[in-house]
């Protein structure tokens, strides 16, 4: 069973809503490790949207398990995880017009600055994890970057369209999987992962860690809601 890496950015999401200091991504990371969580990932992104550097730094002093910072390979985002050093850190693609994540990162296509990236965060003992599709001249540009880990882009997978076209996509990961392995690459995978379309994706020889975002604070969003309300309901009383 591959590990969780519960990505807490919509928690921060919310915060950014209002501008203020609830919720708190620090304190839902502190819930997800009670849980469970295997390590807490989080998206700085260059436009702030969600995630804060200061979340960052607090995470670093607070989380039990690992701190996997996701972030895309620039000179800023570099200098920030060799300060902040976290567990591991994931080089993902980033355009601001974006909602989410689009795409794997082009590795085949820029090797050698993802490789100098790798070597430098790897020089400070950061492991790298690369964001890709499961391709192979990407996961062979992957290897040649020396960095230790490919993340599997699951987007397609979670939005192929009826059961022959998700069977397809999740071969597509399998053999994606056995090609990184067997090319000394360590192997994860995410991005729009459900209740109900990860445990295929779990079953994956070799898959080590899935990283989930959106649909845990959804689902918190949810199962949180009655007693969220109830609270309310005894403060009006004067009884909270
Ligand atoms: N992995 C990577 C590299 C991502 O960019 C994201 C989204 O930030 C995730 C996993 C989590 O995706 P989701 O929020 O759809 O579960």
């Given at each position: 069973m591959p590990t969780l890496g519960v990505n807490i950015d919509h928690i921060a999401t919310i915060r950014q809503a209002r501008m203020t200091v609830e919720p708190d991504p620090v304190a839902a990371a502190v819930l997800a490790e009670l849980a469970g969580a295997d390590g807490i990932t989080v998206h700085l992104r260059e436009d702030r949207r969600h995630i804060q550097e200061r979340d960052v730094?607090?995470?670093?002093?607070?989380?039990?398990?690992?701190?996997?910072?996701?972030?895309?390979?620039?000179?800023?985002?570099?200098?920030?995880?060799?300060?902040?050093?976290?567990d591991y850190v994931t080089l993902v693609p980033e355009k601001r017009e974006e909602i989410t994540t689009e795409g794997g990162l082009d590795i085949a296509g820029q090797c050698d600055r993802?490789?100098?990236?790798?070597?430098?965060?790897?020089?400070?003992?950061?492991?790298?994890?690369?964001?890709?599709?499961?391709?192979?001249?990407?996961?062979?540009?992957?290897?040649?970057?020396?960095?230790?880990?490919?993340?599997?882009?699951?987007?397609?997978?979670?939005?192929?369209?009826?059961?022959?076209?998700?069977?397809e996509e999740l071969n597509y990961l399998k053999e994606g999987t056995k090609q990184a392995i067997s090319m000394g690459l360590r192997v994860n995978a995410g991005h729009g992962l459900t209740?109900?379309?990860?445990?295929?994706?779990?079953?994956?020889?070799?898959?080590?860690?899935?990283?989930?975002?959106h649909t845990i604070v959804s689902r918190a969003a949810l199962v949180g809601m009655e007693r969220a309300v109830r609270e309310m309901k005894q403060v009006l009383r004067g009884a909270f």
């Open positions: 730094r607090l995470l670093r002093q607070t989380v039990r398990t690992h701190l996997n910072l996701e972030m895309a390979a620039t000179p800023e985002m570099v200098d920030i995880a060799l300060d902040i050093k976290p993802i490789t100098q990236v790798v070597a430098t965060l790897q020089g400070a003992g950061i492991p790298v994890s690369l964001f890709i599709d499961a391709e192979l001249d990407q996961i062979e540009a992957s290897q040649k970057t020396t960095a230790k880990f490919v993340e599997l882009h699951t987007g397609r997978y979670a939005e192929a369209h009826g059961e022959a076209e998700q069977t209740y109900t379309n990860t445990y295929p994706v779990a079953c994956i020889e070799g898959m080590e860690e899935l990283n989930i975002g």
